[in-house]
């Protein structure tokens, strides 16, 4: 990762705090060190392969890059840093892939069916296309047998009165049963320990003597009435946990041995963070990645002096919004992770299946153009990686209008493959020239995420049209005034650390407690690094690219042309505007819908 | 950007482009029409078990798009908005800001506490489209809590439902319409905040439509409506063409009206020839007084939802499109298309639950005479049907009054598919989005105590692919103040209603039953407004969904695994698939011992490719004139006779997997007939019927 230094202004952090963020994502892991002191605050950003199997190497990876950012060892950052947030995918994957702790849930007898039951749930979280072929539905995955799902009698009512004395004997009963059939770590969740949750202790108690190494997870932790979500997620912390706890204690070794010797906290998917200890809860950190984009978010929207945002990110396969009302992220309504319903508080993101993956075809009963839910994923990926994707997809759209032209120094992509992908599998059919058709291509998956924004947004009783829109994520910039314009939002912020945006919401506390940013009135244009043909308004003109990471404070640029950064492009259309504000922000004031 | 004349123009050119960014918008505005109705619902069974759907309608009322909660809704909205056009068309007229409402089950309503209210989309003075919105609310007024009554001899002793009447007029609220509508409840504060949230998801619809007209112009809005519908269309017709062309039947059951234990038939015969279906339930029998009687409107809501549901897989799910591609027949006077002054207050959980059910066997029948194994992996047997609801009524020892209606009986087993078993306790197939509620929800609003919410073991129907099993709670008041009024409410006590197909077996049977607190145990009737006194417990047992395919053709592994699971018992696995568990030799041999026992006799094996010849069924051939086996080959006789007078019948009795349809008098007026290949003995079809009845020839195909 190439250096791209942000001057951030003083603050009342002790001097020479470091703080450091990190954040694993499935493929990349990314890490911010912030180094307020003494004189100018820096901030330093590294980006490393995430190591399956093997998390901490990477995060240890991506830390060394972003302090070999500040030109420091990593040593040196490490034994100055006092804490270190850490956003964990390890639980998610987990899940994902059935690697999970072999886990038992005890609960009362005569209601071991609350999870298979489900509520009769059968498409919640299912695509639309699976939502509506019948044979597609099905209930949220069990996560366990039912042979491991042991009721015990024991009966406390709404009123938090014990109607039924919990039978110690029965419990002690179940849970050998379940140790001797390979259970290491209990769920526990009674019906109304939110009201009571004696048995559930006095059965945590007994875990503890009759299986010592087991891990407990109990439902009267998550403070809710309804048993199922509080069930889900007893269950989910349960198989989560000890592998968030083995990761977390691996990772601190490593830090330790390194010469860490500050906090090490986790993030949460509610937006908090944990200190690593007895109160973590594993079921917390599940898709804290995202969340941590959104705490980042609110700490950039106090920094513009503003309360009120959408936060918006496309990524390979999805596009996100979250809101920042009051200069908080807004929570869900009925959180989920997956399709497994939640029951604590979790920072909500909405998604859609359109990102720059997404396949784009002509719907076979319709003739519209559709483009997603389906993706390529990384693997193929778009035509224009030349990885064995023949399928057209947003990506190659940007890449045959002439929007991009590499991954940053990671991939050169084919403008050939992506035209030629265009033309079998949307242009011809449409009868449109290639650059019409990868227009409409855009022009539909903007649309579609114009759609969620408006959503999400009208859903909490605002206007889109009030608020500040944030774009970060690799492929945000490219399409951010075009959805922008669409929802009548006047301007939008792409941060100086747009790549690794998630990284820096992970840092820990008042993150980085900066003063305002400031818009100067400089006019300076700098020159274009070069120029690219690219289509705009029907027609391919030739366009300004500009350098990002070489645009000093102020500078001010009129589309169409790019502005490219390390691991993303900004397009301005004909009639948007852009500024660099005095942080490195690029803000971008969108022209008309296209 | 196009311009805007107000009056109609020439549809635009279509786009492929805009099509899509305009279907979206279309879809992003009916959700957020859902919101505003979920944000200020005073319903609980709206918002928690989403009894509910809106859509947006064409300008003549056609149902282009609708959410996927209760689909018999999306259906109901075209008629209503038809009727409105027709009778308020010309005189007095429809104007911008008018709004309508009704829970007129003559007109469409699914039954009285669905209550609607529409509203015409005007682009200045030109009405360009509809949109509208149905929700349960917990009582409409009538007689009893919960406007359902037990024992009514019409509608009269029912609800009496609102005929669809002007309730918002150029914007404004018409106070004396409210008082009409909202003075015959019993929870009238709680109807004002649906009717408020409707009133207002309409306005979001106006203006949100208006909105696109200013940008893209009206007639490129209206064409993308009409379009979705046409297109659609094009696609179920050519899905139709594509199908075998036959004629496919099956016979629902409905026992108790009420006020006698009578036996109710809804038979179909459904036709498929060229391009469209024809599901004609004119042999039905002669409406009941009140209570369980569908009008003609909300049959075919429910034939659309259920056409919607199986046929429709992969297409758009446009109401509208489905609607034309069929056509529905009844006759006036029949359960399925009953007269004033017949009362049908849970008609959608009885007749019309089993005219989804004949839609879906016949569907799943037809697509059988497929080789097409796409097709094919969309056959799907009935889920459940009819299962016990109750509705409660007291007061706690406080002294507060209560009033429910609980959703126990709502995850019932999903049949099984070719390929797969039916979803354990998944619910309705026309509610994709029905949940029931939580137990502690129940006991923090009522003053309740559950014993169990358990998986009903058993209670899938068996076959090569097994029913999902049913649920079964039971409960205790707990706090209450004294005796509460119990009403419950089912068919399919008796004979199984959810039936299997290819040789599946019905799911089981549902029942309620009162064990008393002296312990005496009473099995109430289907239809009973009875009593609960503390003490006393409430089990509601839940049917399961009906099989696929011969049970005896089941790998054993799956039956086994289903014992671990708790969701077979080992006498149900030997009893119901010849599976002796843990004992592979054993299974073989109680297995060909079942296949004997069929037929009589030592059955001849199976071929190794079946003979040539026109496809009925996965089971039956027709070749120079004949059945043919095609498992075994067995010329079964000419298709001059009916080929169910040809196979080998066995006859038992209703009660052989579970005992409580005897605990009641009655139950050997009902039969199980198996029919099986007199040859290799696989088992080619389940039907339940009335002992005296016919034998049904299930399947015919025709030439075109």
């Known amino acids: ?594 | 950007m196009s311009s805007d004349p107000l009056g109609p123009g020439a549809a635009p050119p279509f786009d492929a482009t805009l099509f899509e960014v305009l279907r979206n918008r279309l879809w992003a505005i009916n959700d957020e029409a859902v919101d505003a109705i979920v944000a200020v619902s005073g319903s609980p069974i709206a918002t928690e078990g989403n009894d509910f759907n809106s859509g947006i309608l064409t300008a003549t009322g056609e149902v282009a798009l609708a959410g996927p909660y209760v689909l018999v809704h999306a259906a109901a909205l075209g008629q209503v908005v038809r009727y409105v056009i027709e009778h308020f068309g010309d005189e007095p007229g429809i104007g911008p800001g008018d709004m309508f409402i009704t829970n007129d089950t003559y007109v469409g309503a699914p039954h009285q506490p669905d209550v609607m209210v529409m509203a015409p989309v005007f682009r200045g003075d030109r009405l360009i489209a509809w949109c509208g919105s149905c929700v349960h609310q917990n009582d409409v007024g009538g007689p009893v809590p919960g406007s359902i009554t037990v024992g009514a001899t019409s509608i009269y002793e029912e609800a009496v439902p609102m005929a669809p009447t002007r309730i918002v007029e150029s914007g404004e609220l018409l106070a004396e319409v409210e008082q009409e509508y909202l003075g015959r409840s019993r929870t009238p504060e709680l109807n004002r905040l649906d009717l408020l949230g409707q009133i207002e998801a309409n306005r979001v619809v106006a203006r949100r439509v208006n909105g696109l007209c200013d940008r893209y112009g009206t007639e490129t809005v209206t064409a993308v409506l009409d379009g979705l519908i046409d297109r659609t269309e094009a696609a179920v017709r050519a899905r139709l063409a594509s199908l075998p062309e036959g004629r496919w039947r099956h016979r629902g059951l409905v026992e108790h009206d009420g006020i006698d234990d009578r036996v109710y038939e809804i038979g179909l015969t459904m036709t498929k020839l060229g391009d469209s279906l024809h599901l004609d339930f004119t042999d039905a029998s002669p409406q009941a007084p009140a209570l369980i009687n569908t009008s003609r409107a909300i049959t075919s809501s429910y034939a659309m939802a259920a056409v919607m549901t199986v046929l429709g897989y992969g297409l758009p799910w446009t109401p509208a499109a489905f609607w034309r591609a069929m056509e529905v027949d009844t006759t006036p006077g029949t359960i399925v298309d009953c007269l004033w002054p017949a009362g049908m207050s849970m008609g959608v959980t009885a007749a019309g639950q089993e005219v989804r059910t004949a839609v879906n066997i016949c569907l799943s029948r037809m697509f059988d005479a497929t080789d097409d194994p796409d097709v094919r992996g969309q056959i799907l047997a009935s889920c459940v049907s009819g299962s016990f609801t109750q509705t409660i009524s007291g007061a706690f020892d406080s002294g507060r009054d209560f009033s429910a209606m609980l959703l126990d009986g709502l995850p019932g087993g999903s049949g099984a598919r070719w390929g797969g078993d039916g979803l354990d306790t998944g619910g309705y197939l026309t509610s994709p989005a029905g949940l029931c509620t939580n137990i502690e929800t129940n006991e923090q609003h009522y003053p309740v105590l559950y014993r169990y919410r358990r998986e009903r073991t058993d209670s899938g129907g068996p076959g090569q692919w097994r029913g999902g099993v049913g649920v079964e709670h039971a409960y205790q008041l707990h706090r209450a103040a004294s005796p509460v009024t119990s009403t419950v409410f089912a068919h399919g006590q008796q004979p199984p209603t959810a039936a299997g197909v290819l040789g599946g077996e019905p799911g089981t049977q549902h029942t309620g039953i009162y064990e008393r607190s002296d312990e005496t145990i009473e099995v109430p009737p289907p239809k009973q407004m009875g009593e609960l006194a503390p003490g006393d417990l409430y089990a509601n047992l839940c049917g399961g969904g009906g099989g696929v395919g011969d049970p005896l053709d089941r790998d054993p592994a799956s039956v086994e695994h289903d014992v671990a699971e708790g969701l077979v018992s080992e006498a149900g696995a030997a009893r119901d698939y010849g599976v002796v568990v843990g004992d592979g030799n054993a299974t073989a041999a109680l297995r060909a011992s079942r296949r004997r026992e069929r037929i009589g006799r030592d059955p001849v094996p199976p071929l190794n490719a079946p003979p040539a010849g026109l496809r009925l069924s996965s089971i039956v051939v027709l070749a120079d004139g004949h059945y043919l086996c095609r498992r075994c080959g067995h010329d079964h006789g000419p298709t001059t006779e009916p080929l169910v007078s040809l196979l080998t019948v066995s006859r038992s009795s209703v009660d052989e997997r579970t005992p409580w349809p005897s605990a009641r008098p009655g139950a050997d007026r009902f039969e199980i007939r198996r029919l099986y290949c007199p040859s290799c003995a696989v088992q080619v079809d389940v039907q339940v019927a009335l002992a005296d009845a016919p034998l049904l020839e299930t399947a015919e195909l025709l030439e075109h």
Not at chain 1, 135 to 143: G, S, T
Not at chain 1, 215 to 241: F, N, Q
Not at chain 1, 550 to 559: F, K, R, S
């Open chain 1, 1 to 594: 990762m190439s250096t791209a230094e942000v001057a951030f202004s003083l603050t009342p952090l002790p001097l020479g705090a470091v703080r450091i963020g990190i954040d694993t994502g499935g493929t990349f892991t990314d890490a911010v060190v912030v180094d307020s002191g003494p004189g100018e605050a820096r901030l330093g950003m590294g980006k490393a392969l995430s190591t399956p199997g093997d998390l901490t190497a990477g995060a240890l990876a991506a830390v060394e890059a972003a302090a070999s950012d500040l030109g420091q060892p990593l040593a040196e950052v490490l034994k100055q840093a006092d804490s270190i947030g850490y956003a964990t995918t390890v639980g998610l994957n987990a899940l994902l892939t059935g690697t999970g702790a072999p886990i038992g849930l005890i609960t009362t007898a005569g209601f071991e069916a609350t999870l298979p039951v489900a509520r009769a749930a059968k498409v919640a979280g299912l695509s639309p296309a699976e939502a509506t072929e019948a044979v597609c539905w099905a209930k949220p995955p069990l996560l366990l047998s039912r042979r491991r799902i042991v009721g015990v009698p024991e009966r406390i009512d709404a009123h938090g009165e014990v109607v039924l004395p919990l039978d110690e004997a029965a419990a002690a009963a179940a849970i050998k049963a379940l140790r001797d059939d390979g259970v290491t770590s209990y769920a526990v969740s009674l019906l109304w320990s939110v009201a009571d949750p004696r048995h559930e202790i006095r059965i945590a108690d007994l875990i503890a003597e009759i299986h010592p190494s087991a891990h407990v997870s109990l439902s009267s932790a998550v403070p809710r009435i309804g048993e199922y979500e509080r069930t889900m997620t007893t269950v989910l912390d349960a198989i989560t946990a000890p592998l968030v706890a083995e990761e977390i204690r691996t990772l601190a070794d490593a830090l330790a041995k390194r010469g860490f010797a500050g906090h090490l906290r986790v993030m949460q998917s509610s937006g908090g963070t944990c200190a690593v200890d007895g109160a973590l809860r594993a079921v917390e950190t599940l898709g804290s990645g995202p969340v941590a984009g959104l705490l980042a978010s609110a700490e950039l929207v106090q920094q513009l002096g503003r309360s009120e945002a959408i936060a918006t990110d496309v990524g390979g396969t999805s596009f996100d919004v979250g809101l920042i009302t009051g200069g908080e992220p807004t929570m869900a309504t009925r959180p989920m992770i997956g399709r497994w319903a939640l029951a604590h508080p979790v920072v909500e993101v909405v998604s859609i299946g359109t990102g720059g993956g997404s396949l784009a075809r002509i719907d076979p009963v319709l003739g519209s153009l559709r483009v997603g839910p389906h993706s390529a994923g990384a693997q193929p990926g778009p035509a224009c990686y030349r990885r064995g994707g023949s399928a057209p997809t947003l990506t190659d759209a940007a890449v045959a209008l002439g929007y991009l032209s590499g991954l940053g120094d990671v991939l050169e992509l084919d403008r050939e493959a992506a035209e030629r992908a265009l033309e079998d599998g949307v242009a011809g059919a449409l009868e449109l020239s290639v650059p019409e058709a990868a227009d409409a291509v855009i022009r539909v998956a903007c649309s579609q995420m114009a759609d969620l924004i408006r959503r999400v947004t009208v859903q909490r009783g605002h206007d889109p049209a009030g608020f500040t829109m944030l774009a970060y994520g690799g492929a945000a910039p490219q399409y951010a005034t075009r959805y922008a314009a669409e929802v009548g939002v006047a301007e939008v912020v792409v941060p100086a650390a747009a790549s690794v945006f998630s990284a820096s919401g992970a840092v820990d506390g008042k993150r980085l407690a900066l003063g305002p940013v400031a818009l100067t009135d400089s006019t300076s244009e700098p020159p274009p690094s070069e120029r690219r043909s690219a289509w705009f308004d029907r027609q391919f003109i030739s366009c300004p690219v500009y350098d990002g990471p070489g645009l000093a404070p102020g500078t001010q640029l009129e589309g169409p042309a790019f502005i490219d950064h390390p691991s993303t492009t900004i397009v301005l259309r004909p009639d948007d505007r852009a500024e660099v504000d005095s942080q490195g922000h690029t803000h971008l004031f969108p022209g008309p819908p296209s």
